[in-house]
């Protein structure tokens, strides 16, 4: 009797479950990442939007208000790598845009690889400093290279890191001509964007191309606190630095939807039950990387705008693939242009920190203690590159050397910690270190990284490019849409290192080889 009962709830069970196929995998899948989005902006401007934008999202998508990374993100690079990989730094080895190369004692783009030529730019570009896989790199092995893979972004870093080692094409702006370009890694250059670049690219257009507030000046009404009086920007007088200007606006994400919606319609992507990915990159950072502080009616606009290009970018999808179709993810590269010092009126402590003058005088240390020699090779970002070939060659302890450095530079001014390679590759375990340890590669960083403290500003030697140092946490959305994705806002934070697995998981492929993280519910 029992064993009757039991078989016949089996059966039913599986019955069951043999009943419910799973859901089909999406035609297309949409990655967009918007360099430095922000969920206080986001929310705070929502007055400024249209109801096609952030509030279509909002109603109809999954929103994450919180997403962390667990790392410190230094920059879009490592951001965006740490999105695609699943994994931080100390695995992908991306630690930055650029980081010092011992070789040639000056920093290093992490997409340069003299082994290819450049499609409308003399920039030699791969992805080869990539050291894992990436989601998009999955796709291409599962389906036997039959997907499509695309990148279009502002930046190169971020179209050729979201591209991967495997995709078709990555495609970017030159800064310089306004062409959109692209690297012969990824084979022969699309006929549709040479025909783009003949007749339609910014440089045709940039003469006419003006930002102005999109709407009366009386809606701005918020960061009141800061600079909000009418601007206008026109590039062209820029001269020089016109395609520079116009990526830090928000006039770029229209031009990335005009680059993409070409790619909808003259190459095969989104077109048959082969699932495919589109990788955009969109900007919403401060124009010309300026303060918030002196241009805060210029930032509400930017978010204004970047809701209208949102708005567009998902007419274009319906229009062309369905969205029942596609799966958009959208998600934030989890940092900020920093903000300039508080004025002294408000005496909050700071000062100023050098590298350079830190590095000279550690050397002068090292040389006291150990004889005659260049021990600092170089420095870079915070961080202090040790010459370990004359160390080996005068056989000292290298380990040694590291922690007398450390503690020689910590009672420096404005020095909160100082962290040495061997203390972050062999050291105890601290939760406090886990942040700084996910960021470190131990070819690639420094052999010391210094923290400043909050409220000083780290200057940068034969650069205007001084930051102030703050430790506060900037909230940072993920958002995904897509068939079969419930409506809801989720305000417990989540580790951006799950995103690889979720759409690994949505495609039905492996997730890339470094992520350990689960997928998404």
Wanted: proline fraction near 5%; glycine fraction near 6%.
């Amino acid at each position: 009797m029992k064993k009757g009962l039991i078989t016949s709830i089996l059966a039913l069970t599986f019955g069951s479950l043999q009943a419910q196929p799973l859901p089909p995998s999406p035609k297309l899948v949409v990655t967009l990442t918007i360099d430095q989005l922000r969920t206080d902006y986001m929310e705070a401007f929502s007055s400024l939007y249209g109801e096609k934008g952030f509030k279509r999202l909002l109603r109809e998508g999954k929103v994450f208000r919180q997403a962390d990374y667990s790392f410190n993100v230094a920059d879009r690079a490592s951001a965006i790598a740490a999105l695609y990989t699943g994994t931080t730094p100390s695995m992908n080895g991306i630690i930055a845009e650029r980081w010092f190369d011992p070789k040639t004692l000056r920093p290093k783009n992490c997409v340069d690889d003299s082994a290819f030529m450049g499609n409308y730019t003399d920039q030699n570009t791969a992805p080869t400093q990539l050291l894992t896989s990436t989601f998009a790199d999955e796709l291409k092995i599962a389906t036997k290279n039959a997907a499509l893979v695309y990148a279009i972004a502002p930046f190169r870093d971020a179209a050729v890191l979201s591209a991967g080692h495997s995709g078709n094409g990555a495609f970017w702006l030159n800064h310089q001509t306004g062409k959109w370009c692209g690297t012969t890694y990824y084979g022969e250059y699309p006929w549709w964007l040479s025909q783009y670049n003949d007749g339609q690219s910014p440089d045709f257009r940039i003469k006419e191309m003006e930002w102005n507030p999109l709407h009366p000046i009386t809606s701005y009404t918020f960061l009141p606190e800061w600079r909000t009086i009418p601007f206008k920007y026109r590039f062209e007088i820029e001269k020089d630095n016109k395609y520079r200007r116009l990526i830090t606006s928000p006039l770029i994400n229209d031009e990335v939807n005009r680059v993409t919606e070409d790619l909808l319609d003259k190459s095969n992507i989104g077109k048959d039950d082969i699932t495919d990915l589109l990788a955009i990159t969109y900007y919403a950072g401060n124009y010309n990387h300026r303060s918030t502080q002196e241009c805060a009616m210029e930032m509400q606009d930017t978010y204004a705008r970047l809701d209208q290009s949102i708005a567009r970018l998902l007419d274009m999808l319906e229009s062309k693939v369905g969205l029942q179709n596609v799966l958009l993810c959208i998600a934030s590269t989890g940092y900020a242009d920093p903000d300039g010092a508080d004025i002294g009126i408000y005496r909050i402590p700071g000062g100023e920190f050098h590298l350079n003058r830190c590095a000279t005088l550690l050397n002068m240390y090292l040389m006291a203690t150990y004889g005659e020699g260049q021990y600092v090779e170089g420095f870079y970002n915070q961080q202090i590159y040790l010459n370990h070939k004359l160390i080996e060659e005068k056989q000292l302890n290298l380990a040694e050397i590291q922690q007398k450095s450390a503690e020689f530079l910590v009672q420096f001014s404005g020095v909160n910690k100082v962290y040495s390679a061997y203390q972050l590759l062999l050291g105890s375990w601290a939760p406090q270190m886990e942040h700084i340890r996910n960021g470190f590669h131990r070819h690639r960083s420094g052999d010391l990284i210094i923290e400043v403290l909050p409220g000083w500003t780290v200057m940068q030697e034969n650069s205007n490019d001084n930051r102030v140092v703050r430790a506060a946490t900037i909230a940072t959305p993920l958002i995904l849409l897509g068939k079969g994705i419930k409506p809801e806002i989720i305000r417990m934070p989540v580790a951006i290192d799950r995103v690889a697995p979720t759409l690994s998981s949505a495609m039905r492929i492996r997730a890339p080889n470094a992520c350990t993280a689960a997928p998404l519910n």
